[in-house]
């Protein structure tokens, strides 16, 4: 399995957390005005890397670049589910692709501050 290369000029807002966890790419809005997509209705990620203002992961599909998704980290009782924007979605390895995405559901005002 290949490796993530960091970048030689880190551009990054925000220091970010790495690790790997599982996550889910759902819909971005519920099909009826009280429902919450399910897992089913999405497919699983990995999430390598978290933030403040987004986050990185490893996708078997590609994602336009501009579309919001909902990303899903965890399950259970212990889940977080945050409306991002795909912002940069390269091929990783055949099949694979690394995505990254800032949280969409932010309060555009705070996005602007964070430089």
């Known amino acids: 399995m290949a490796t993530l290369q960091m970048p030689l000029k880190e551009r990054r807002r925000r220091n970010r957390l790495p690790g790997e966890t599982l996550g889910w790419i759902l819909p971005a809005t519920p099909r009826l005005a009280m429902h ?9 990620v990995r999430v390598y890397n978290v933030s403040r203002l987004g986050a990185g992961f490893i996708s078997t599909q590609q994602l336009e670049i501009g579309a919001q998704h909902r990303l899903r980290i ?5 889940k977080r589910s945050r409306l991002i924007r795909v912002v940069a979605c390269r091929e990783f390895e ?3 692709f690394a995505v990254g ?3 969409a559901d932010a309060p555009a005002r705070e996005l602007a501050k964070a430089g």
């Not at 919450?36 to 699983?44: C, F, I, K, V």
């Not at 965890?74 to 212990?78: A, L, M, V």
């Open 36 to 44: 919450m997509p399910a897992e089913e209705e999405g497919w699983e």
């Open 94 to 96: 055949a099949g694979t």
């Open 74 to 78: 965890g399950r259970g009782p212990i």
């Open 101 to 103: 995405a800032e949280f």
